[in-house]
């Protein structure tokens, strides 16, 4: 009796120690082909964010200018004669808005007066450059209000 479960004991323990002699790790390409998998995927992944992070700018851009227009045509009706202000600062100092914000981008907005009765209002887009195709307006109508 104890010589059998002295050979199955053994015939285990030989049975591990070829399992463990036949096991074998990773092989570099095999590695390399994990990280090339996971790599593309970050980079699909990551467009999409920048993506939607870009989009949310934009609907928080017109957001504000939005409320700049309300703000704008509140210092309207307040004036006598009614005008827009020459500059958004004076909507601070009517108190109208306690500070004139920036774009999500850092950057002022773009205001005009281009008479008493109208005026201009964009931001210039995520390039920060006025001009160009991305500048965005309250309605997308050129910022006319």
């Known amino acids: 009796m104890k010589l059998i479960e002295n050979i199955k004991e053994a015939h285990l323990a030989a ?7 036949n096991t074998r790790g990773m092989t570099l390409i095999e590695i390399m082909i994990v990280i090339t998998i ?4 970050m980079g699909v992944v990551g467009f999409y964010v920048v993506g939607a ?4 700018n934009i609907k928080e851009a017109k957001i504000q200018m939005g409320n700049l227009n309300q703000s704008l045509d509140m210092y309207y009706t ?10 958004l600062q004076k909507l601070v100092d009517r108190n109208i ?5 920036s774009d999500p981008w850092g950057e002022q907005y773009v205001y005009r007066r281009d008479s008493r009765n109208e ?10 450059t006025e001009g160009t195709e991305d500048d965005i307006t309250p309605g997308g109508d050129g910022g006319e209000s």
């Open 15 to 21: 049975t591990k120690r070829g399992q463990l002699a």
């Open 38 to 41: 996971m790599a593309s995927i």
């Open 53 to 56: 992070l870009e989009e949310a």
């Open 78 to 87: 307040r004036t006598d004669p009614h005008e827009y202000p020459e500059s």
């Open 97 to 101: 808005m306690q500070e004139v914000p």
């Open 119 to 128: 005026f201009t209002l964009m931001s210039k887009g995520p390039d920060m």
